[in-house]
């Protein structure tokens, strides 16, 4: 068995998770901040792509990305690079797709966090880069991890945007999800179920860890 | 040393307008919740931006709305004990109180206060597994570090239990007492206010009603807002009768006012000062209800032939209630002891 699509799938999954998780993170904090009308459209906008289909969010990334259009065509005649058709074209279409998960529940559990704290901080002297590294991120952490585990586990399920902006081509931009898809078209059944089980290890393993964090968060209580 | 306070601030329909000014003492904010005492506090500290006015700390302004000055909590050098002391849930008691430092890494100050405060073998404990008593004390320990030119206090003992409140009270007077600065004491019960505050200010609605020495307010309340604040019960509404006598209206007596008295709107008088037997404006009285408290029996009575319908009390200890004990009683409210209150 070719194991390079449950590589691709993993290093998509990891690199897209880790901006996620501080891209989410940092939205998440400062549309907290900002005046409700903003906070609104912003909340709107951030949480999108979780209630688009991935078709669409495929279609829209390449309307952007596509060597034709705007930033596409950029990329190319300044590096020579095409966004489109690569492995690490994936993440693009993974980063959006897994946003609103990481967003949506770092924003929860900022909301939860008493900001007495971070004001007691202040009268104490302490910068507000402190507070956030140091208060902020260590009391909300069950709540950020249980984001970045949600969206690491969509990350490696995400199939449509994916297929769309990646494609599929055997060694080079195939994942799992795509690598299934196309032994079953291909009625390569045997192959495509060993791949069905190591999908399915994978993110039964991963919900076990999420649900040991909750009973751990739980606990603490 | 001294602190200046005079700022204006809206928050949808409520509006704070204070203004006072306290030397090296403690200034008790004495009022109902929702009076804008904590708003007060807030603004000093600085985590509450004032919409006008000026806070000037020892001739030095922490905020000034014509100038321009706001400076951000941390360089106002402040220290705010929260309600529920805010103590960082993830931190040890020891990094705690190594966040109030001033100058990073001062090891020898740190374990200085932990020592004086008690709190050295509880170093490596995380601020759950305290009790309320504690957890003060780190607050306090971890505001001392970062040797504070104001301390402000906010509610400091309603989070702990009843018989813990009494000692972690005393250990608080003593540490305002030892740093010798000014205080801001926010708080709604009185006795408290009392033990541990030089002046009072009653406030209500965002506004200073009164502001003296604690005795000044608690032995002349000029409103009826500051009598019920500094604990009087029997507050009756009341008119002029002319020649220095007024009506008070809710019991239904004829009051004799002390000589050349401005002719109030309320008349108050506290459970204590209501004195058994006969004497001025003395009253026959009937005994409505009978409230049996510790160490004190508090007797509601009713002015017999009086229409007023509402009874006012007086309260006396065990030993003279079971001298008195029926179910009518004489009594008098002389008139020195007589709160003449405004609306």
Redesign the interface.
């Known amino acids: 068995m070719d194991w390079f699509p449950l590589l691709n799938s993993l290093r998509i999954a990891l690199i897209s998770t880790v901006v996620v998780f501080f891209g989410g993170m940092f939205a998440a904090y400062y549309v907290a901040k900002t005046p409700r009308l903003v906070k609104g459209i912003l909340d709107v906008l951030f949480t999108l792509p979780l209630v688009l289909p991935p078709t669409v969010v495929g279609y829209l990334l390449l309307r952007v990305l596509g060597p034709r259009r705007v930033l596409g065509r950029l990329a190319l005649e300044l590096f020579g690079l095409k966004l489109t058709m690569t492995w690490w074209s994936a993440i693009f279409a993974t980063v959006v797709v897994i946003f609103p998960l990481m967003y949506r529940t770092a924003r929860g559990a900022f909301e939860s966090f008493?900001e007495?704290?971070a004001?007691?901080?202040?009268?104490?002297?302490?910068?507000n880069t402190y507070i956030f590294w140091r208060?902020r991120i260590?009391?909300c952490r069950q709540g950020l991890l249980a984001g970045t585990v949600l969206a690491f586990a969509r990350a490696l399920g995400e199939y449509g945007a994916t297929s769309m902006v990646a494609g599929y081509t055997p060694g080079r931009t195939a994942t799992v999800s795509t690598t299934v898809y196309q032994l079953w078209q291909t009625g390569n059944d045997q192959l495509a179920l060993q791949w069905v089980m190591v999908n399915l290890a994978i993110s039964a393993g991963v919900l076990v860890a999420m649900n040991l964090l909750e009973r751990k968060k739980e606990a603490k209580r | 040393m001294s602190l200046f306070v005079d700022i204006e601030k809206r928050l949808g329909d409520f509006h704070l307008k204070t203004r006072f000014e306290v030397g090296e003492e403690t200034l008790a904010l004495l009022g109902a919740s929702g009076s804008g005492k904590s708003l007060t506090l807030?603004c000093v500290?600085?985590?509450c931006k004032p919409d006008q006015g000026r806070i000037i700390l020892d001739g030095e302004p922490l905020f000034d709305s014509e100038r321009g000055i706001d400076l951000?909590?941390?360089?106002?050098?402040?220290?705010?004990l929260?309600q529920?002391y805010?103590l960082?849930?993830?931190m040890t008691v020891e990094k705690n109180i190594c966040?109030?430092l001033?100058e990073k890494g001062d090891r020898a100050l740190v374990e200085e206060t932990m020592a004086t405060m008690g709190l050295s073998a509880l170093c490596h404990r995380r601020p759950h597994r305290l009790s309320g008593g504690e957890r003060q004390r780190v607050a306090l320990a971890?505001?001392l570090v970062?040797r504070p030119r104001l301390l402000l206090l906010d509610e400091p003992f309603s989070a702990l239990d009843s018989h813990l409140r009494f000692q972690v009270e005393r250990e608080t007077r003593q540490v305002i007492h030892r740093l010798g600065k000014t205080a801001l004491l926010v708080s709604h019960d009185r006795d408290e206010v009392f033990r541990l505050a030089q002046k009072v200010a009653v406030v209500k609605g965002g506004r200073v009603l009164q502001m003296g020495t604690r005795h000044q307010v608690f032995e002349r309340p000029e409103t009826v807002t500051a009598a019920r604040l500094t604990g009087c019960k029997n507050i009756s509404r009341a008119v002029d009768l002319g020649g220095g006598e007024l009506h008070a209206l809710d019991w239904g007596l004829r009051l004799r006012l002390p000589a050349g008295a401005e002719i109030p709107d309320h008349v108050g008088i506290r459970l204590h000062d209501v004195v058994l037997g006969r004497g001025e404006n003395q009253a026959e009285c009937r005994v409505v209800e009978v409230v049996e408290d510790p160490f004190s029996v508090t007797a509601m009575l009713l002015p017999l032939g009086g229409e007023g319908g509402v009874p006012f009390g007086i309260t006396m200890d065990k030993e003279t209630w079971r001298g008195a004990e029926s179910d009518r009683l004489t009594v008098s409210l002389p008139a020195g002891s007589l709160l003449l209150l405004k609306e």
């Open positions: 008493d007495r704290l004001q007691a901080g202040q009268t104490l002297g302490l910068s208060i260590p009391v | 807030q500290a600085g985590i951000p909590p941390q360089r106002r050098q402040v220290g705010y929260f529920d805010a960082f849930p993830n966040c109030g001033r971890r505001i970062g």
